[in-house]
T-cell receptor, first 111, second 114 residues
Framework: ETGVTQTPRHLVMGMTNKKSLKCEQHLGHNAMYWYKQSAKKPLELMFVYNFKEQTENNSVPSRFSPECPNSSHLFLHLHTLQPEDSALYLC??????????FGSGTQLSVL | SQQGEEDPQALSIQEGENATMNCSYKTSINNLQWYRQNSGRGLVHLILIRSNEREKHSGRLRVTLDTSKKSSSLLITASRAADTASYFCATDLPPTGANSKLTFGKGITLSVRP
């Protein structure tokens, strides 16, 4: 148990659906991250939030919309996704410029 | 472009043997970290080595860093079946910021046979 919880663990959605991924941490960290993990590819950093403010958007398509209402919660809103968006989406939190704590991820399948 | 690149891509060893995994990177770093990922789970931090350090130990783990060669190695001694997982190196790039912006490699799949 890393202290970072992601829900749901698995999600299947059609290309016209709207869904949201949720992440919460109770570690008191000020920064939260979304990463995308696709097979045979390096982890891709998507978004970074620091004290609820977005500090990094790594050229992510607008069909992914993050939301960070407070330092403990992070959402990723999904709409009109493509099959190539199927991947494991990992949330992480951290305090300072060192190690990250990851959730177990949401395995997303887009049909 | 990919910063950290692990080698080999896959490694299979017998329980009790040592496992050595390598990582090369392209640009200057603040620190380099190794993470482990069990199948279908998130990544777990193993060890961090700063750019001014050459070697660190943590239990059965030994990591080295050679900044002149821009490379690092992770050694797991006396491996166990439970060490079976994917291992990733991640680099934290300058300038030193308030938060990590780690860049990960594709990972190494380690299989430890009982």
């Amino acid at each position: 148990e890393t202290g970072v919880t992601q829900t749901p663990r698995h999600l299947v959605m059609g290309m016209t659906n709207k869904k949201s991924l949720k992440c919460e941490q109770h570690l008191g960290h000020n920064a939260m991250y979304w990463y995308k993990q696709s097979a045979k590819k390096p982890l891709e950093l998507m978004f970074v939030y620091n004290f609820k403010e977005q500090t990094e958007n790594n050229s992510v398509p607008s069909r992914f919309s993050p939301e960070c209402p407070n330092s403990s919660h992070l959402f990723l809103h999904l709409h009109t996704l493509q099959p190539e968006d199927s991947a494991l989406y990992l949330c992480a939190s951290g305090q300072g410029p060192e190690k990250l704590f990851f959730g177990s991820g949401t395995q997303l399948s887009v049909l | 472009s990919q910063q950290g690149e692990e080698d080999p891509q896959a490694l299979s060893i017998q329980e009790g043997e040592n496992a050595t995994m390598n990582c090369s990177y392209k640009t200057s770093i603040n620190n380099l970290q190794w993470y482990r990922q069990n199948s279908g789970r998130g990544l777990v931090h193993l060890i961090l080595i700063r750019s001014n350090e050459r070697e660190k130990h943590s239990g059965r783990l030994r990591v080295t860093l050679d900044t002149s060669k821009k490379s690092s190695s992770l050694l797991i001694t006396a491996s166990r079946a439970a060490d079976t997982a994917s291992y990733f190196c991640a680099t934290d790039l300058p300038p030193t910021g308030a938060n990590s912006k780690l860049t990960f490699g594709k990972g190494i799949t380690l299989s430890v046979r009982p």
